[in-house]
């Protein structure tokens, strides 16, 4: 069974830096595309950022400049360093992976960004 456990999230000041990881475990084959999606309340879930196998990433506009997007894959972990919060950035953060030809989803973290 394959799983994507989230963690790092939390609560910052504006401005403040926070980083999560998502780690995948179980019957991996193939682990392809990485990326991170957000989900603000009232709102879509949007993304925030992708990362393929080689590394090559594709950010949204919203984040450009401020988060980094990183992995792994020895250790079948994709990292999301979040740097200049704002608190329009406050969401539950989703691990997004394509693992065996399937799409996996983690079951999400929060980041508030409040003073």
């Known amino acids: 069974q394959v799983q994507l456990v989230e963690s790092g999230g939390g609560l910052v000041q504006p401005g403040g830096s926070l980083r999560l990881s998502c780690a995948a475990s179980g019957s991996i084959f193939f682990l392809n595309d990485m990326g991170w999606y957000r989900q603000a309340p009232g709102k879509q879930r949007e993304l925030v950022a992708t990362?393929?196998?080689?590394?090559?990433?594709k950010d949204a506009d919203s984040i450009k400049g401020r988060f980094t997007t990183s992995r792994d894959n020895a250790k079948k972990t994709v990292y999301l360093q979040m740097n200049s919060l704002r608190p329009e950035d406050t969401a539950v953060y989703y691990c997004?992976?394509?693992?065996?030809?399937?799409?996996?989803w983690g079951q999400g973290t929060q980041v508030t960004v409040s003073s």
């Open positions: 990362i393929t196998r080689a590394g090559r990433t």
């Open positions: 997004n992976a394509w693992i065996n030809g399937y799409e996996y």
